[in-house]
C-alpha cells in the first residue's frame, strides 16, 4: 500500500485515467486505500500535488480540470447557463469572466483559482433544457442556446439582471425559447422572450 502511494505514482495514475477532478472517496476507490490514508496523503501533498476546489473536492495542479467541468462539479446539481452560456454561443458579444450556472439549490458563489463560480436558482419545473458536451475528455452540462436565454430573462423579468440591449438571437429558434419560458410559469417572461426575437 505504501509503494502505491507515492507522489509520482498518483499523479501518473490520476493523469492516465483522465481524473483531472476527485473526491476523497474517488480517491480511495481509484488506489484502493482506507480514507486515514487518503485524507493524510491529501493533506501532506495539498501545497504542490493538488490544488484544494473547495472542501472535498481537489484537482491535480500539474493538470488542471477545465473551468466548465469544475462548475459541474463544484455546486451540484447544476448546469452552465445565463451569461457564461450565452457567450459561449455568441448570443451576447461580450466576454464573460464568471461561469454562471443555473442550479435547483440556493445561490451561491464561490472563488477558485481567482475565479468566480456562480450559481443561481430556478424552479424545480424548469431545470432542464441543458446537454452534455465533451470538452478534452471531460462531459459537461450546458444549456441549449434558447434555455440560457430563458434562464437568463427569467432574471431579467425578476429585475435581478439588466437586459443586454446587444443580444444578438437571429440563430435563436423562437418557439424552442417560447417553450422553455413557459417552463418557469410567469406570463411576464414569455411576453419578453417574444418581444427580443
Known sequence: ???KLKPIYVQQSLLAKGVRLFSPSDFQRIFDVSLRATQE????HGHDLFLKVRNGLYALR???PQEEAIANRLYAPSYISFEYA???YGIIPESVYAVTSATTRITREFIVNNKS???SRIKRQAYRGYKMEKIEGTTILIAEPEKALADYLYFVDLKRKPL????D???VKKKTLTEYAELFGRKSLVRIAK???
Open 117 to 119: 463560480f456562480t450559481y
Open 41 to 44: 496523503f491529501i493533506k501532506d
Open 169 to 171: 438571437v437571429r440563430k
Open 164 to 167: 443586454n440591449e446587444r443580444l
Open 195 to 197: 418581444k427580443i426575437l
Open 1 to 3: 500500500m505504501e509503494r
Open 62 to 64: 500539474a493538470d488542471p
Open 86 to 88: 450565452l457567450a459561449r
